[in-house]
């Protein structure tokens, strides 16, 4: 069994051929995707998908990438987060690369939902983007104190200190790029208890699907490669990383 921790099902895309993409997932042992909520529009969307499909569960938040996007405020969040199928804060974060000049909303906005998590006790899922430094410092000074660091691709350093403030460390189909040494290197040091894989499809479809459109069943490929990476079976790192997810994400009954 397999945990695909982090994908948008909603986009247009995948919504498309829903269908299949299920039972892609089924066909190959991913059992359960956590959908993400990335704006307030597409709440409503990421929530339906939960609410129809026992198998899929939802998060809320505002991503940071969209200096124009309205804004959840911390009460908004912890509403939302009352939502049985409600099972994360985020995505939030910081991103420097889509987003330059003056951040102050993006640091308040990341700021709102760690208090968010923090009065509810729901795990982050944090975005970091060329902004680690911002990231870190941030989640120390709001006391941020569970959650994932999807779709990493920082340094062994920025991992250690997410890793001593509780998160996990969740891989994409990124560390399957031969490009990726260093990311490599470190997702043979992130202790297995702390693991997870992610597609974050749409995006980033790992090897031998790059440059395809990615979806919840190729999680697969992430975690085979990261066995390969670490000398263990791809079951070992299956059952470490589904095992690590449903510690996380706590809300999720854990299958029999
Ligand atoms: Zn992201
Ligand atoms: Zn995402």
Redesign the pocket.
Known sequence: MLVDS?C?LNFPDLAARLPEVLANMAGNGVSHALV?G?SRPAFAQVLGLAEAHDNLWATVGV?PDDPEAEEYTQAELEAHAAHPKVVGIG?TGLDYHWCKGNLDWQHQRFATHIRAARATGLPLVI?TRESAADTVRLMREEGAECGVM??FTESWEVAQAALDLGFYISFSGIVTFKSAQALKEVARKVPLDRLLVET?SPYLAPVPHRGKQNEPAFVRHVAEHVAELRGLSFEAVAEATTDNFFRLFSKIPRPA
């Open positions: 982090h948008h993400i990335v991503h995505e975005h999807h779709c974050d």
